[in-house]
């Protein structure tokens, strides 16, 4: 049996491969009505076309009879012909694209209890579980990540990013802005809001790299962003205002709870932040997670902010008797918490739930889309 990633997508190939789509799924997915077969079918061929990685199993004399689709390291289609189930060619193809493709992640219908079984048998953990399926039909999916095996688990601390790790920034940052704008007199449109993001981002890249100090930062934003609205503001009072806003919010990250609670019965947690100090005190205490936490280490306590190495510096004499090898450092920014690990010497593992494209010059070890999945790396 020869494996191999199809480049050349022809008519022909596309027309086997639906064959062999059509009696697999007639074979496992005894769930689904002839109507919905024949609907699902119309939208095979694109999926086959643009899918990344395109693997074909094809028998001795050259037809096709498996085939696996994979993209960003997850699995998004793996259907064998009937005739030719139960061989092991599966656990080839996934084994394939966990070797090729850093292939760790799928999802799998609920009421094919064969395929879950199979999943499990290669290694991977259901890490959440939805009502509907990605159409919205009422399928149950499971996700499923690839685990770690127990003997490879080497950690002793984990570091956790807080803003778009464990807290919604975003949300608090909008809902702040509302109140902040229509002190202003202006209306909270998206396109404000939009534009106060992209400011008030490029505002902190410059801090991380070390070319403005958080004290300034926070005023100029409001100063510059208003003035893009042709208004002059006070930025200390402006800021005043949307801190007493940001401070009591708390919107958690979904599976941010339960994942702590998991992971500080294994391990010790500390917080690794950039930030007003207070601000990020009251918005942990608020949500309840600073209870999971051995140590909180925010940058304006540090007198330096990630990704500097003064900022791990200061971090890591906290933390006596654990050496960098032995952290993981959790986070959703490849500049701020995965730059900082790769320099500071942690293992690292990106928070990345919107399929964000990475960069070449960051590598971090694991990256993942529901923080559930952590329970399958630790």
């Known amino acids: ?29 005894l769930f689904l009505s002839e109507d919905e077969i024949n609907h699902i079918k119309e939208y ?17 004399d050259g037809r096709p009879v498996a ?4 993209e960003d390291g997850s699995l998004e289609m793996l259907f064998i012909a009937p005739q030719e189930r139960g061989k092991g060619l599966g656990k080839r193809l996934l084994q394939y694209g966990i070797e090729n493709y850093g292939l760790k992640r799928l999802a799998v219908n609920e009421q094919n209890p064969q395929a879950k079984g199979f999943y499990e048998h290669m290694g991977f953990q259901v890490y959440k579980r939805t009502e509907l399926d990605e159409q919205g039909n009422p399928y149950p999916l499971l996700y499923m990540s690839l685990a770690k095996k127990p003997s490879e688990k080497k950690y002793r601390a984990v570091l ?39 400011i008030n981002d490029r505002a902190w890249a410059a801090f991380e790299r070390g070319e403005v100090t958080k004290e300034k930062l926070v005023c100029q934003r409001f100063v510059d962003f208003f003035g893009r609205l042709g208004k002059m503001v006070d930025g200390a009072e402006a800021e005043a205002l949307y801190r007493r806003q940001l401070d009591a919010s708390a919107i958690l990250i979904d599976g941010a709870p339960e994942v702590c609670a998991y992971l500080a019965k294994r391990y010790d947690l500390y917080v690794v932040t950039n930030g007003t100090s207070s601000t990020q005190y009251k918005r942990l205490a608020a949500s309840g997670l600073d209870r999971f936490m051995k140590d909180i280490f925010v940058s304006e306590d540090a007198g330096s902010q990630k990704p500097r190495k003064e900022y791990f510096d200061y971090c890591f004499r906290r933390m006596p008797g654990i050496l960098p090898q032995e952290m993981i450092l959790v986070g959703d920014s490849l500049s701020s918490d995965i730059l900082g690990g790769n320099q500071a010497g942690t293992d690292t593992c990106w928070y990345n739930p919107a399929g964000l494209p990475g960069r070449e010059d960051i590598r971090p070890d694991y990256e993942i889309r529901d923080l559930r999945e952590l329970e399958g790396i630790l």
């Open 44 to 60: 095979v061929p694109q999926a086959l076309d643009s899918i990344a990685h395109l693997v074909i199993a094809e028998d001795g």
């Open 160 to 198: 956790l990013d807080v803003d778009g790790t464990l807290l919604d920034f975003n949300q608090a940052e909008a809902e702040g802005m509302k109140v902040v704008l229509k002190a202003y007199g202006f209306e909270p449109t998206k396109e404000r809001l939009r534009l106060y993001h992209e």
């Open 1 to 29: 049996m020869k494996i191999t990633e199809v480049k050349m997508r022809t008519p022909d190939l596309i027309r086997q491969l639906l064959e062999v789509w059509e009696g697999s799924v007639r074979a496992t997915h």
């Open 67 to 70: 085939f696996m689709g994979v």
